[in-house]
């Protein structure tokens, strides 16, 4: 039973999940990626598809490339691998780090450039241990083949939050990017991504009247 069909007052309909929470993101904003457990659709793409993600992908390299603008010096490699995974592509970041022929540290920042670009978005995953606990396994990518439409716009949004996540410093990294991050830039994501969780909300309220209108 959905959520929309649990709900039996108008009150609870403010208490939903908004889009940004399902997707990544707390009611305020703050950080958070979803750890799927147990049993969760697994996105699949076939390879004619992810075929066309990755020429997708190499032009918008080419346009970064021919306006200037930076770019990870790996993410043509490591945007190769992910789409030669398989229709499911599930891989740690050690894994495709050897398939792309880079560091992790490198192979990290080109995944997140790529979900900045709107290209994909990932989930954490965890598994039961044999000693019965859950533990963390391989992230699972969704590879967006439309850079322009909603679900991409979500991606940026998400990004845009959890790279604001308070994190240790680490001065072993290969980012590989020369351009940073404006105040513009994340309110911009903060703004976008609250217009797509109001209107969420009203087509749920809109769809809660029409089921109990009398």
Avoid at 33 to 59: C, H
Wanted: include cysteine; hydrophobic fraction near 40%; glycine fraction near 8%.
């Amino acid at each position: 039973m959905s959520e929309l069909q649990e709900s039996s007052h108008p009150a609870r309909v403010g208490r939903l999940r908004s889009l940004g929470a399902v997707l990544g993101c707390e009611a305020d904003g703050a950080p958070r990626r979803i750890t799927l457990k147990g049993n969760y659709a697994e996105p699949s793409l076939p390879f004619p598809d992810r075929m066309q993600w990755l020429a997708k992908v190499q032009r918008l390299i080419a346009v970064h490339s021919r306006d200037g603008k930076s770019f990870p010096h790996k993410v043509g490699s490591v945007a190769y691998a992910i789409a030669h995974i398989g229709n499911v592509c599930r891989l740690g970041l050690d894994g495709i780090a050897e398939r792309a022929g880079c560091v992790v540290n490198t192979a990290q920042a080109c995944i997140a450039w790529l979900e900045t670009q709107g290209a994909l978005t990932w989930s954490h995953t965890a598994r039961r241990h044999s000693n019965g606990r859950m533990v963390r396994s391989s992230n699972l990518y969704t590879l967006i083949t439309n850079f322009a439409g909603l679900v991409a716009t979500i991606a940026r949004a998400v990004r845009a939050t959890w790279r604001e996540r308070p994190r240790s410093s680490n001065t072993n990294q290969c980012h590989g990017l020369t351009q940073t991050v404006t105040f513009i830039d994340r309110e911009d994501a903060r703004r976008q991504l609250a217009e797509v969780t109001k209107a969420r909300e009203a087509q749920l309220r809109a769809m809660w009247n029409a089921r109990h209108a009398t």
